[in-house]
Each structure stands twice: as C-alpha cells, then as structure tokens.
C-alpha cells in the first residue's frame, strides 16, 4: 500500500501563492506517476496536474502558466507550486499515486483546502 499526505494548504488572497506538499511512504517503489487532483463544493473532482517517474508533466488548462507540478524522488515528496491564483482554484486538493499496490491503482491523501479570497 501507498500512504499519502498533503500539506501547504490555507486562505489566500488572490494573486498570491501557495505549495503543496505530499509525502508519500509505503510501496514507494511501486508509483509510476501522480498527480493532483481538486473537489470544489458540488462539483467533481478533476485532475490538475500529474507527473510521470520519468519526469514528464502534464496540466489542465486552467492551471498552465500558474501551477508547476514537480517531484524530489530523495524526499519521496511530491509538489504544487501555484501562482497568481483565483477564487475559481478554491477546493480541497487531493494527492493522488498510480500504484498497482493502490485499490483501482489509485492511492488518494485525506486533501488540503485551498481557499482562495477575492
């Protein structure tokens, strides 16, 4: 199995910046990629950014240009650097492992709120 946890989240003001943080242990070995993913109230839940083992990386539109996905594989942590940010990114952002030791090779952390003011 793969345990998750996200850190970095809070209240914002728009245009300014936060980072997320998810440590993850476990079957570490075992991940091929992750990513974020984030649930605003009613709506369901999308992906923001992920990034392969390999490096590769890849965003939603409405993040490219503002969100940097990365990863320290010696920290086996992985990031979000978000940037000028709106009150539309506000949501709980989910730390999500592709891992065949996940259920549905999906591992997910417990979520951080992001709150973003106008």
């Known amino acids: 199995q793969v345990q998750l946890v996200e850190s970095g989240g809070g209240l914002v003001q728009a245009g300014g910046s936060l980072r997320l943080s998810c440590a993850a242990s476990g079957s570490i070995f075992s991940i091929n990629a992750m990513g974020w993913y984030r649930q605003a109230p009613g709506k369901q839940r999308d992906l923001v950014a992920f990034?392969?083992?390999?490096?590769?990386?890849n965003y939603a539109d409405s993040v490219k240009g503002r969100f940097t996905i990365s990863r320290d594989n010696a920290k086996n942590t992985m990031y979000l650097q978000m940037n000028s940010l709106k009150p539309e990114d506000t949501a709980v952002y989910y730390c999500?492992?592709?891992?065949?030791?996940?259920?549905?090779?999906?591992?997910w952390g417990q979520g951080t709120q992001v709150t973003v003011s106008s």
């Open positions: 990034i392969t083992s390999g490096g590769s990386t």
């Open positions: 999500n492992a592709r891992s065949i030791r996940c259920d549905n090779m999906n591992c």
